[in-house]
């Protein structure tokens, strides 16, 4: 995922320069915050239902749907995700209250392992409830056998892109249902991704109606805003120049170490390479993260008071953006069968870590983030928990790190029941 490198696969997209791309999505960005701060009723009524957030995601979806740009031949979501990622984390780090975020309790945890069993038991189950009206997506031998497929799946919700690969290998996935098992992949969770999005957004409402304990989450947030409230001030070019520098100085270093590591473990440590500890991009997120944690003990943590999550989460609004730029509605109806499947199988994951949550009195917080660590892992994890509180990124970093840890063996898991329900 790392190195992106210029376009060079045919489409028939209407634009296809990264330029224009990248020229329309900050207008839909602009075009959204401008229009959520519009004091017109019509406007103000559209935005106490429709998220901002979720619009920023879903418009830039239309663009991919009506093929005016094609999110698959593009490399503006690759040098988001190399670069404004782990600068991102980096900004939004540094004013983090470590304390408090170990803090938040075993509820997080609880939950994040709620969604990996969820992903573990929902895939038989999904296959035996579609296989009740389509008998045929039983029986299978071959490497196009659906519950081969679905291995692939598990491997990417429970831990991500290097896990799902892994999964291929092992169950010998033939490449006509990979390339389906991967567009239900990417539809479903992105579909997920944005019912999350939408909860953030009314999170205080959720939490109210389910009597959840909020403290330790208030309190991270209290403590971050009284900080910028007492240290706040208009940054000057001075402080712009800094933050940057901060941010991106400390992003580079990651690739460099990561370019090191990566590569090093793979040679001489192979045995680590089921916990996904070769993947370039892991290293990036954890050590840009890292990064802005130790920064957070520094002076460097003055940098919020000019406004340095702010422009981390103008980092956030652009990735999400070109992550809807993958999304593609219209592809349900090239595979239902497989569709229903996968909106089967998300549903048993979501509605298992609901009822958990309900039992718990947890936060709607530790929910979305538990499972976006899951499902999306760390390109997206930070996104989601950010929705709720840029001071909160770190708490999504955290989760998808045991989601590429706990991939392969849970993945491996799942496949060994889809195997016995499938054979």
Known sequence: MLA??????????LITNDGVITGLLLAILGLVFYTQS??????????????ALLLCYFLPSLLNTFNIVDGNATAVTDITMDYLLPACMVLLTLSLDLKAVVGLGSKALILFLTGTLGIVIGGPIALLAVSAVFPEMLGGAGPDAVWRGMTTIAGSWIGGGANQAAMKEVYEVGGEIFSAMVTVDIIVANLWMAVLLYMAAN????????????????????????????????PSLRDLMLILAVGFGVAGLAHLLADAIAPA???????????????????VIVLATAGGIALSFTRARTLEAAGASKIGSVFVYILVASIGLHMDVTAIVDAPKYFLIGAIWMLIHAGLMLFVAKLLKAPVFYMAVGSQANVGGAASAPVVASAFHPSLAPVGVLLAVMGYALGTYMAYLAGQILRVVGS
């Open 203 to 234: 999170s205080k409402q959720i939490d109210a109606r389910t009597g959840a304990d909020t403290s330790a989450i208030d309190a991270i947030k209290e403590k971050v805003e009284a900080y910028q409230a007492q240290h706040v001030r208009n």
């Open 265 to 283: 473990i793979g040679t001489h440590l192979p045995y680590l390479r089921k916990f996904s500890l070769d993947s370039l991009f892991f290293w």
């Open 38 to 51: 519009s004091q017109h009723p019509a406007l103000q009524k559209f935005y106490k239902f429709v998220p």
């Open 4 to 13: 992106a490198a210029p376009v060079a696969a045919e489409t028939t997209a």
